[in-house]
C-alpha cells in the first residue's frame, strides 16, 4: 500500500506530542483521515492520555510495515511485506461456531456496520524482545462476542488464521502446524483492552500486519495477537493455540508480559524499541497492568506463563 508523506508525517506529529493533542486531537484526526476509511470511525483522545506512557512515542509507518512476523509469508522479518503482495483479503468473512446462540458466518463489511471503530494507541511487545508502538484502527473483541450470544458452558474462544498456500508462501513449508491459531480466556476475549483491529494509521491493515482483521492483546506477547482471522470458535475447554502446541516449554497458552519470568533461551526483563539503540526496561503486562492484573490474582504466573 502506498501513504504518501504528507497522509502519514502530521498524524504521527501531533500523536507525538500530547499535550498538544488534548485540545486538538479531534480536528488533526478529521483533516489526516480524512479518506474516511472507516464510516463508523470515531476519533477518542482519552486514549492516547491513557495508553499511551509518558516515554512512547508511535512507530513510524515505515517501522510497522516493514519489521513483521507473519510466517505465513516467511520467517524474516522482511519477508510479510516483500511477499504478501498476491494476498487478496477482499472479501472477507468470519465464522463464528462452537457454543454460542448465534452461529453464523459474517461478511466483514456488515460487521464493521455493527461495532464502534476507534483509535487505540498501544505497546506490542514481541516475545522475541523488541517492541513498537502502534495506532491502531479496531472494535473491542467484546462486541463481536455480543453478536455470537455465547452459552455459559462456552469459558474460552479460539483464533484460526486463513489457509491459502497459493498465496502465502511460507504456508508452503513446514515451520509451524498450520492454519496458525490462538486462543484466550472468556474473562480475557472480554476485556475492555482487547480489540480486533481493521486498520492502522488511520488506513486499512496492511496484508502483513494481518489483513484484513486482527486481533490485538497489548498486555500479551504479540504472538497471541493472530492476523488474517477467518473463524473464532467458542469452547468449553482451552484451545490448542500454535506456538505452544510446537515448543510447549518456551511458548505458554496465557504468554502475558512478565519482565520477570524468562524464556528459557533468553530473558524478557529488558526490550529494544524498534528505532530505538538504548534498551527498556520491559513492563508487567506491558505497562497494562491496573487493567488487567485482577485477571490473574489467583493464577500462578511462573507456571503459567
Ligand atoms: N499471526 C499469524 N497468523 N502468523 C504469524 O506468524 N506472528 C505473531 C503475531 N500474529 C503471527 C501472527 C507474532 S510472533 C507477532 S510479534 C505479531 O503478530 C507481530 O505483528 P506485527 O507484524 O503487526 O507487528
Known amino acids: 500500500m502506498k501513504i504518501l508523506g504528507s497522509e502519514i508525517t502530521p498524524y504521527s506529529t501531533y500523536l507525538n506530542r500530547r499535550k498538544f493533542i488534548k485540545g486538538t486531537f479531534a480536528t488533526a484526526l478529521a483533516t489526516t483521515i480524512s479518506s474516511n476509511v472507516f464510516a463508523n470511525h470515531q476519533a477518542s483522545p482519552d486514549i492516547y492520555n491513557k495508553f499511551l506512557g509518558e516515554n512512547d512515542t508511535i512507530n513510524s509507518y515505515e517501522e510497522i510495515t516493514t519489521y513483521n512476523n507473519f510466517y505465513e509469508f516467511g520467517t524474516h522479518k522482511k ?161 490448542e493455540t500454535s506456538w505452544e502446541t510446537l515448543a510447549p516449554w518456551e511458548y505458554g497458552f496465557y504468554a502475558n508480559v512478565n519482565p520477570s519470568v524468562d524464556h528459557p533461551r533468553w530473558s524478557q526483563s529488558t526490550e529494544r524499541r524498534i528505532g530505538e539503540f538504548k534498551r527498556r526496561e520491559t513492563l508487567m503486562f506491558n505497562g497494562y497492568e491496573e487493567e488487567v492484573a485482577h485477571l490473574y490474582k489467583d493464577l500462578d504466573m511462573t507456571k503459567f506463563y
Open 79 to 239: 519477508h510479510p511485506s516483500l511477499n504478501s503482495g498476491n494476498f487478496n483479503p477482499n472479501p472477507w468473512s468470519i465464522k463464528l461456531e462452537g457454543l454460542i446462540n448465534n452461529p453464523q458466518t459474517i461478511d466483514l463489511e456488515k460487521l464493521l456496520s455493527k461495532v464502534t471503530v476507534e483509535d487505540r494507541v498501544y505497546r506490542l511487545r514481541c516475545v522475541e524482545a523488541w517492541s513498537m508502538v502502534i495506532p491502531w484502527q479496531g472494535f473491542q473483541l467484546s462486541e463481536l462476542i455480543k453478536i455470537a450470544d455465547p452459552l455459559s458452558s462456552a469459558k474460552y474462544i479460539q483464533f484460526v488464521t486463513v489457509l491459502r498456500p497459493e498465496e502465502m508462501p511460507g504456508q508452503q513449508k513446514r515451520t509451524i502446524i498450520w492454519p496458525y491459531r490462538e486462543g484466550l480466556r472468556m474473562d480475557e476475549a472480554m476485556n475492555s483492552l482487547t480489540i480486533l483491529a481493521t486498520g492502522l494509521y488511520g488506513h486499512k491493515m496492511p496484508n502483513q500486519n494481518g489483513a484484513p482483521i486482527r486481533l490485538v492483546v497489548p498486555w500479551k506477547y504479540g504472538f497471541k495477537s493472530i492476523k488474517s482471522i477467518v473463524a473464532i470458535r467458542f469452547l468449553n475447554e482451552q484451545p
